[in-house]
């Protein structure tokens, strides 16, 4: 990973950086304030940008003639229209953004879960859906890592965020370069972290650099970012990873003694039953790829695609539930 990445990250306002929540209260969150020297934050909130005050009578998302809704119900009034243009606009202001921050469960800024009112009266029941700023914010940037700061607090999640996070600032200097050895450069030193997302884009995106069909060079950066967002749509499996790590055994494992073998199998092993993080033998690995000198295997992003500072394997517990919405 390139030490001097900063990534571009807009953060929910109210998540410590002001008391602009709907009651003038703020919540400060342990992962966004830990990320603060990593990353450079562009704190927002929506609400107050549209002209509500702090605090603030509570707004709520309706469904209306099957159209969702932006409503305050104390003063009988819709808000839709203004936080979809403010929306753009603030997006147009953005030089650079790599990731989004969002707070869950609100009506402006939640991803997921968010509370959906069958009609503006309280006795109608609900669904869930996502909030009005959040939704745009998926429009305008599909392919950026974006969560709210509940789902991190689940280890895996996290680290997929952090890892989408810093490949895609990283590619966002590939791009400003512009050239061909640079886009070389970065699908070298990225094969087995995108061979462990997906071998499939793995091979699309190496297919895509070596540009047989002598394309423009805006149209082969166009074409790989797009195929770059999808490589990482999703967390990779536990056995994408062990199936890269084999690749990368296979370099020296002729001239392992067969004890030092299954000692690395073995962490392969306890990787796939849950009983250590991947880190564990990700590090086992490296510590043959340093002894050997491999300089292609050193080079790899795989072995710390985010600071190491910023690894932490405390767990929510709630895995399962939140990797499956």
């Given at each position: 990973m390139e030490k001097e990445l900063r990534p571009q990250v807009v953060v929910s306002k109210c998540m410590g950086f002001d008391a602009c929540r709907y009651n003038g209260q703020t919540l400060p969150d342990?992962?966004?304030?830990?990320?603060?020297?990593?990353?450079?934050?562009?704190?927002?909130?929506?609400?107050?940008?549209?002209?509500?005050?702090v605090p603030r009578n509570p707004i709520r998302l309706v469904m209306e003639n099957e159209q969702l809704v932006l409503y305050q119900p104390a003063s009988d009034t819709e808000y839709t229209g203004e936080m979809i243009a403010f929306s753009d606009a603030f997006?147009?202001?953005?030089?650079?953004?790599?990731?989004?921050?969002?707070?869950?469960r609100s009506p402006s800024c939640g991803t997921k879960d968010v509370k959906v009112y069958l009609g503006k009266s309280k006795t109608t029941g609900s669904i869930k859906g996502q909030g009005i700023f959040a939704a745009q914010v998926f429009k305008r940037y599909p392919d950026l890592a974006i969560e709210e700061e509940g789902r991190l607090t689940n280890f895996r999640i996290r680290e997929h965020f952090l890892t989408k996070l810093y490949t895609l600032c990283h590619y966002r200097q590939v791009e400003k370069a512009k050239t061909m050895a640079a886009l070389v450069k970065f699908q070298a030193?990225?094969?087995?972290?995108?061979?462990?997302?997906s071998q499939k884009?793995?091979?699309?995106?190496g297919r895509i650099v070596a540009n047989h069909d002598k394309l423009p060079l805006e149209q082969v950066f166009s074409s790989y970012k797009a195929h770059l967002g999808i490589a990482f749509l999703r967390i990779p499996r536990y056995s994408n990873y062990i199936n890269v790590m084999l690749h990368i055994f296979g370099y020296f494992s002729e001239q392992l003694s067969s004890g030092e073998k299954n000692f690395i199998l073995d962490s392969f092993e306890k990787y796939k039953s849950g009983k250590i993080p991947l880190s564990?033998?990700?590090?086992?690995?490296?510590?043959?790829?340093?002894?050997?000198?491999?300089?292609?295997?050193?080079?790899?992003?795989?072995?710390?695609?985010?600071?190491e500072e910023l690894m932490d394997i405390s767990d929510s517990g709630k895995m399962a539930e939140l990797i499956s919405k």
């Open positions: 342990k992962f966004v304030e830990k990320l603060k020297n990593y990353v450079d934050y562009h704190p927002v909130c929506a609400e107050v940008e549209i002209g509500l005050g997006f147009d202001s953005l030089k650079a953004v790599d990731g989004f921050i969002l707070k869950g030193q990225n094969k087995y972290l995108l061979m462990a997302y884009e793995q091979k699309e995106l564990v033998p990700i590090n086992v690995l490296k510590s043959y790829v340093i002894k050997y000198n491999d300089p292609y295997l050193l080079d790899q992003t795989i072995w710390a695609p985010f600071p």
